[in-house]
């Protein structure tokens, strides 16, 4: 199995940047599938963005064009490098290991960790 740990998240202004890291540890991590998803309280958990074992990606479409998600096979880490941030954004992100099929994520588990919290203020 594939297990995750968020970081990155904080405090940001409206318009400014982050940048969230997963750090995956299992041996499986080269050949799975990796997303992002943030929930914000009384609202559903939606996927952001995800990335397949080839690094094909798929975005939300309200992040398109701010968001990029991206892979670094050698450090076991995929990032979520978020820019022009609106207080929309503000949620929990949570990353998760999944597969990609027929351009639908799956992902491996329905448990979710801590997660890193994103505040964008206005």
């Known amino acids: 199995q594939v297990q995750v740990v968020e970081s990155g998240g904080g405090l940001v202004q409206d318009g400014g940047s982050l940048r969230l890291s997963c750090v995956a540890s299992?041996?499986?991590?080269?050949?799975?599938?990796i997303a992002w998803y943030r929930q914000a309280p009384g609202k559903q958990r939606e996927l952001v963005a995800s990335i397949s074992f080839d690094s094909v990606t798929n975005y939300l479409d309200s992040v398109k064009g701010r968001f990029t998600i991206s892979r670094d096979n050698a450090k076991n880490t995929v990032y979520l490098e978020m820019n022009s941030l609106k207080p929309e954004d503000t949620a929990v992100y949570y990353c998760n290991a999944g597969a990609v099929l027929g351009g639908t994520y799956y992902p491996y588990s329905s448990s979710w960790g801590p997660g890193t919290q994103v505040t964008v203020s206005s």
């Open positions: 299992g041996s499986t991590f080269n050949v799975v599938a």
